[in-house]
């Protein structure tokens, strides 16, 4: 069972946590983080998603606190609106995917991947195979729902698409938010979707026979990634490698024992 999946089990049964507790690890962190600085990190989407469980674990247990630094996550409308937020001073460090920064430098945003949580592409399309959806080829005059035209989700299928002669133009994409990605799927209201594993799952759990695409197969797309400014880098660079590092902790935690990990998440 996948970490993703293991985190699903855990919130459906444990959603009754007590509210003791949670206001006693309020007071624990308000504590911890009084002598820290305090700095905000931009999220590409919700940190409820699974897929920001080392984010999350790094802040819970500790890690940026521990590091000198109290961090405040606040989400932005995708990887690519994340990547330029920060090359105008808005953010000192964000997270997007390792594309971003390939994607967005042409254009004069002065962003730098500092950090790649992990090998290979993070995009997956899930599609219905009751709409005729078996390999990617199939996606031509298909909806396929995404995050947001700003987020690199989308730019990771344009170029899937691409590596089978398909243009942005032969499809109907929509940008409809993080709510509705994977649920307009399960609704039928679209035939597939650009998605993070977090939202496959979801689809899988909620539409009997599904077809699970990975970009990786037709794309050279990357992981999850930790993104700064040029002007950051060379500012802040204490700053920029503790939250690296701090995130990387909360990573190494996941992979180490991923059914406690999940525990901590919950």
């Known amino acids: 069972m996948s970490f993703v999946e293991t985190i699903g089990r855990r919130l459906r049964g444990r959603l009754s946590t007590s509210a003791l507790a ?17 700095i905000t990190y931009l999220l590409p989407a919700p940190p409820s998603l699974p897929a920001f469980a080392p984010w999350v674990l790094a802040k819970h247990l500790g890690y940026y606190s521990d590091a000198g630094y109290d961090v405040e996550f606040v989400v932005a409308r995708g990887g690519v609106d994340v990547a330029k937020q920060i090359g105008v001073g808005n953010a ?4 997007a995917i390792g594309d971003t920064p390939i994607i967005v430098r042409g254009n004069g945003v002065p ?6 949580m992990g090998g290979g592409a993070l995009t997956v399309v899930v599609g219905r195979n009751d709409r005729g959806i078996e390999k990617l080829e199939d996606l031509r005059g298909k909806k396929i729902s995404v995050l947001a035209f ?5 730019y990771a299928l344009l170029g899937a698409l691409a590596a089978k002669g398909i243009s942005k133009n032969d499809v109907d994409a929509q ?3 993080p ?9 039928g209201t679209v035939d597939a ?6 939202w496959e799952i979801n ?3 909620g539409v009997n026979d599904t077809v699970s695409l990975p970009t990786t197969d037709y794309f050279q797309s990357m992981s999850q990634a930790i993104l700064a400014s040029d002007k950051m880098i060379a500012e802040r660079p204490d700053m920029v490698r503790a939250i690296v590092k701090a995130t990387l902790k909360g990573m190494q935690f996941v992979m180490n024992d991923p059914s406690k990990a999940a525990n901590a998440y919950v």
């Open 92 to 95: 000192p460090i964000g997270g």
């Open 175 to 177: 940008a409809v938010g």
């Open 179 to 187: 709510a509705a990605v994977a649920s307009l799927v399960v609704a």
């Open 111 to 116: 962003v730098k991947a500092v950090g790649l």
């Open 150 to 154: 700003q987020d690199t989700t989308y």
């Open 193 to 198: 979707c650009a998605c993070t594993p977090d």
């Open 22 to 38: 949670a206001a006693v690890c309020v007071i624990a962190a308000a504590d911890s983080a009084a002598a820290a600085e305090k």
């Open 203 to 205: 689809v899988k759990d």
